[in-house]
């Protein structure tokens, strides 16, 4: 029976040059159970899926996101540079501050979408989805050598000697302090790791349970879960200190190790996008329901003129959140979404959700098939079920 | 982590399990298999008189990861599809040689049962 139906089974498939993270070991004596996921072999999940999912939802967990790349552009014209090329104006961010953002083509289509933090007045950090780290990285660097910036930005991809986890869940406030132990060294100025606020980063030098100083260890109050957590880059060989100090004092959080199965389930009840299911080059950020994070009062920056006109007189398609009204199987990206009689839109994320026990998916369809209670159905292995749009996020904190 | 593989069954190569009295067999997926998917959402089983050929794709298995199908072991008609575990489809996870089979067949070629895997041979298939 273990032949996969849907777009999954690339998972399965394991190839000789996948990269592996500086946990990869630890995965190994986890019990994680590895997949391929953007080049790099990474776990889907450690005890099951749902029981990962749920515990994030009630306690903690800890994942690997060290396959996920990092890039500095630094200098005197690095924030000039970067609210030219991003949607976002991170003119708005104070030292220590992050948003979110995306990158376009001039014709709108999203080259990625992506954390930037200025983590000093002239340097900013950016994080960047690990499947696209070779598409952004010449990208960054042909717009900085055609830009009038270009004496004034320095660049640097980091990707290969950083990597990251994330901490996410409500209980994490309760461990993350005995972690990452006094005031911060940069960045936003706290006393206290739990002082930071949503979308703050700090720097830390030392970790408990070591000697001496480390780092940098750079610390934001970020995720991709829906719940409040943090979000960790180091060195790669630091990497496996702080998530073995993270599993050893997490305990009174009830932490446990969370693979990248569960951290889809959680994005996709909160409706984050996912890069290659919610957006690609085809697909603009307004299209996809992100328009808040694209500022066109800010001045001139690739795609503005196109995303503009898509904002002013709608896009072609909009990106829809639906919940499963009958009985039904698991929706899943690539499943035709039906109105009347017609295929009218496509499935790009789908899933039981853990949390409501029902399916639930994201799916492009014409925008005014897009209104929260509109019925639209999905086409499953021939049959068509029921399914109803609804307002984003479909999953609420209770 | 090892899988149970009772020793009253014979097995398919592709994880289904077989019980046959009366010149009916009845089939579910192996620990093995339902360790492997984990937390099975839904189950999806043919209509009864279906006439099914060995190595058939007669029902499908969710997880919240994947969809799979499941192969008929043995040629013949279904005779009863069990609604407990479309009903409940974590059955499948927690009793998955008993109230988590999938469908029953009559069998229309006995001969059949001697190609699928005893256990033994099926232990040493997923190395439990």
Redesign the interface.
């Known amino acids: ?6 777009d ?1 089974a690339c ?1 399965l498939t394991t190839s000789m040059s996948l990269k592996r993270t500086p946990l990869f070991a630890a995965h190994q004596r986890l ?1 994680g159970k590895l997949i391929e996921f953007g080049g790099w072999e990474m776990p ?2 450690y005890s ?4 990962e999912h749920l515990c994030v939802r009630r306690a903690s967990g800890i994942f690997d996101i060290s396959h996920m790349g990092e890039v500095f552009v630094t200098g005197p014209a690095a924030e000039g540079f970067l609210n030219e090329t991003l949607t976002n104006d991170v003119r708005k961010l104070a030292v220590g501050q992050g948003q979110y953002s995306q990158m376009c083509r001039e014709d709108g289509g999203t080259v990625d979408d992506l954390y930037v933090y200025r983590i000093a007045p002239m340097e900013f950090l950016l994080i960047i989805n690990a499947s696209r780290i070779e598409v952004d990285v010449p990208w960054l660097q042909e717009r900085i050598c055609g830009s009038s910036h270009r004496s004034g930005v320095f660049f640097e991809d980091a990707s290969s000697r950083l990597g990251a986890v994330a901490i996410q869940g409500p209980r994490v406030v309760q461990f993350i302090a005995d972690v990452f132990q006094g005031p911060s060294q940069a960045g936003t100025a706290v006393g206290s790791v739990l002082d930071l606020k949503k979308n703050e980063i700090g720097l830390w030098k030392s970790l408990s349970g070591t000697s001496g100083p480390m780092g940098p260890i750079w610390v934001a109050r970020t995720g991709y879960t829906g719940e409040d957590g943090f979000e960790v880059v180091a060195p790669g060989d630091m990497i496996e200190t702080i998530w073995n100090q993270c599993l050893d004092l997490g305990h009174v959080g009830c932490l446990q190790p969370c693979g990248l ?1 569960a951290r889809d ?1 959680l994005r996709t009840e909160v409706c984050y996008p996912l890069y290659g299911h919610e957006l690609d080059e085809a697909t603009s950020p307004i299209e996809a329901g992100l328009g808040i994070f694209v500022v066109f009062d800010k001045g001139g920056f690739v795609g503005r003129s196109v995303l503009l006109d898509q904002k002013t007189n709608g896009p072609r398609k909009r990106l829809a959140a639906f919940r499963m009204t009958d009985k ?3 929706p ?1 990206p690539g499943y035709a979404v039906i109105s009347g009689d017609q295929p009218v839109g496509t499935v790009v994320s789908g ?2 959700s ?1 949390s409501l026990n029902q399916g639930i998916g994201l799916a492009y369809v014409p925008p005014t098939l897009a209104q929260p209670g509109t019925v639209i159905g999905v086409e499953i ?1 021939g049959r068509r079920f029921a399914a109803e749009v609804v307002k984003k996020p479909i999953y609420r904190k209770p | 982590m090892s899988s149970q593989v009772p020793s009253d069954l014979r097995y398919a190569k592709s994880h289904e399990w077989v019980r046959v009295a009366n010149g009916i067999a009845t089939v579910g997926i192996t620990d093995h298999a339902q360790h492997e998917l984990t937390d099975v959402v839904f189950v999806e089983l043919p209509a009864v008189g279906r006439v099914v050929k060995a190595s058939e794709a007669c029902a499908v298995v969710e997880s919240v990861k994947t969809a799979s199908d499941i192969y008929a072991p043995v040629s013949g008609e279904i005779l009863a599809v069990n609604k407990a575990v479309s009903d409940n489809p974590a059955l499948v996870n927690t009793a998955p040689f008993a109230d988590g089979w999938f469908v029953q067949v009559k069998l229309s070629n006995p001969g059949e049962l001697d190609q699928l895997l005893t256990p033994e041979a099926y232990r040493a298939q997923i190395g439990a």
């Not at chain 1, 099951?48 to 029981?51: F, R």
């Open positions: 029976m273990i032949r996969i139906r849907t999954a998972h019990g889907v999940q099951s899926i749902v029981d199965g389930t039904s199987p698991p899943r899933t039981q853990p292995r």
